[in-house]
């Protein structure tokens, strides 16, 4: 399917258009016999972007999730404190209003906002500390992993790769071609009845 307004090609359970936004599924409604759109094909569609979302999280490299968890922890972390500010603002003023012994009840309200204060600090701390260290793990490991029996290993000898920028590609398959192909050409040397 194409995007009507941008001429984007985009796969039929996209629900937006990723260049420009347009929404595709009233186009594909109003193009269908359904109308605007049925719920089930609604409820296809959200899977689908959903699964979608889950393949480019899985392509992700770990910095780039260890950092997304680190930005997630912030605004939790701000959240949870912005929460814990108006929630004791808020029942003080409600509780100085009121009075009696329900007010010491409400100044203690002000405490819920710390859930998520110290989620969202426990979320910074998890990927400023500990999943950084596994990140670094991990590239240690790959680093260090032992390379298979049979793999393909580069070369980096000098004389094979002036070599290999002027061999031409071999098109049949030969065992002498390719071991020539590599060979240098003769040197040209004086010889001692040359010289007059």
Partial sequence: MFCPSCGTETREAIKFCKKCGTNLKRVQGVMSKGGAGNSADWNQWWIEEHQEKREQNKRKSPEEKRLEEVKGGVITASIGLAITIFFNFLFSAIANANGGPEADILRSLWAVGLVPLFIGLAFIFNGLFV???????????????????FAAVPNTSPVLQIGESSAQPI???SIAEPTTARLREPIPMASSRDTN
């Fill in 171 to 173: 098109s049949d398959y």
């Fill in 131 to 149: 999943s950084k260290r596994i990140v670094e793990l991990k590239k240690q490991n790959a680093e260090n992993a032992p390379q298979p029996l």
